[in-house]
Nanobody
């Protein structure tokens, strides 16, 4: 059974850091591109970051550039999203998604596999 599981969310103060994990079971993440998305209440799902299957292409939404870093751990079959200098506007449910490499990585419909999401709340 193909499954993605996110973890690492929580409550953090502005300026703090969190590291989200996206662990896969039932398939090898190495062969897939991974996108991180987030969705705040009342807003559309937004593409946050992307790493291609070979790791050659990495991309970020302008709103998180310089603060977030995406990476892979091949041995653990896991993709991470390191989030630093968090702001209240980063508050959302964060999802990881997998599919083949895509030019339009920020479009949710480009992905076939989704995790259940993990809540990130940035508040003092």
């Amino acid at each position: 059974q193909v499954q993605l599981v996110e973890s690492g969310g929580g409550l953090v103060q502005p300026g703090g850091s969190l590291r989200l994990s996206c662990a896969a079971s039932g398939f090898t993440l190495d062969y897939y591109a991974i996108g991180w998305f987030r969705q705040a209440p009342g807003k559309e799902r937004e593409g946050v970051s992307y790493i291609s299957s070979g790791g050659v292409r990495i991309d970020y939404a302008d709103s998180v550039k310089g603060r977030f870093t995406i990476s892979r751990d091949h041995a653990k079959n896991t993709v991470y999203l390191q989030m630093n200098s968090l702001k209240p506007e980063d508050t959302a449910v964060y999802y990881c998604a997998a599919n083949f490499d895509s030019h339009y990585w920020w479009i949710p419909d480009e992905y076939n596999y989704w995790g259940q999401g993990t809540q990130v709340t940035v508040s003092s």
